[in-house]
């Protein structure tokens, strides 16, 4: 019963294939950023990336949203890695000294959180649009072209399909647009959206490196 009333009030009715399908009919795609250090680049180099990128923002012909996202840095594989190979050093002093160093890195990000930012460009994509419905009749109701099966359950095969490949489309374009930028885009995959999502809405238990076991279902 409580799950059920936490669902309720996330716009997320399914994840498929790599895509968001929102309770509104629409679908989401999510890709995530790659960042560079524009403080150390020169002059020139400023210019030209700043330019670029309002050459990118100016040639979209649709929606995207930029999400920055800051939370507490999991550094608990990397614990895990020096605890095997403090357990496989066959030298009693490097034992000792592997032990030593993942004490200071456990006691170091415990005292001065360290803080890690991760960059995101959701891609919007209605069935409106795949169905080519009108601005206008849009803007009045954005389903009153769709049938009523259409209306109230959940999107059928082909128009998911339909609207997933535009969607990839605009994904696409919005990731060559960002590397001539100088940066690189990949789109999150069903499992690592899961992941992203999950981690949001449970930050104290991402933070020590706890995730949901994902169905192989879901994998696809």
């Known amino acids: 019963m409580a799950e059920s009333a936490t ?48 050459s990118f923002l100016n040639s979209l012909d649709f929606s995207c949203q930029i999400v920055i996202q800051s939370r507490s840095i999991n550094i608990t594989p ?45 891609v919007p994509y209605t069935l409106t649009e795949a169905l080519g419905i009108k601005a206008t009749a849009q803007k009045f109701n954005p389903f009153s072209q769709l049938s009523k099966k259409q ?5 059928n ?16 374009y919005l990731a060559m647009g960002l590397r001539r930028c100088g940066l690189e885009a990949v789109p999150l995959t069903t499992p690592e959206l899961i992941e ?13 490196g706890y995730y949901p076991e994902i169905l192989p279902e879901l994998l696809k």
């Not at 209306?151 to 999107?155: D, H, L, N, P, R």
């Not at 992203?196 to 020590?208: G, T, Y």
Request: charged share 25%.
């Open 157 to 172: 095969d082909i128009d998911f399909q339909r609207c997933k490949t535009q969607l990839w489309q605009r994904m696409e």
């Open 78 to 122: 990397y614990l895990d890695g020096l605890k095997d190979l403090e357990t496989k050093q066959p030298n009693e002093q490097l034992r000792e000294q592997t032990a030593s160093y993942r004490d200071f890195i456990k006691n170091m990000v415990v005292g001065d959180v360290v803080m890690t930012k991760n960059f995101y460009a959701v």
């Open 7 to 54: 669902q309720s009030f996330l716009e997320i009715q399914d994840i498929r294939e790599g895509v968001l399908l929102l309770k509104n009919k629409s679908i989401r795609g999510v890709l995530m950023v790659s960042s560079l250090n524009f403080a150390l680049k020169s002059e020139d180099e400023q210019t030209a990336i700043i330019y670029a990128f309002q």
């Open 151 to 155: 209306q109230g359950g959940e999107i």
């Open 196 to 208: 992203l999502f999950w981690a949001i809405h449970h930050p104290d238990q991402a933070e020590v």
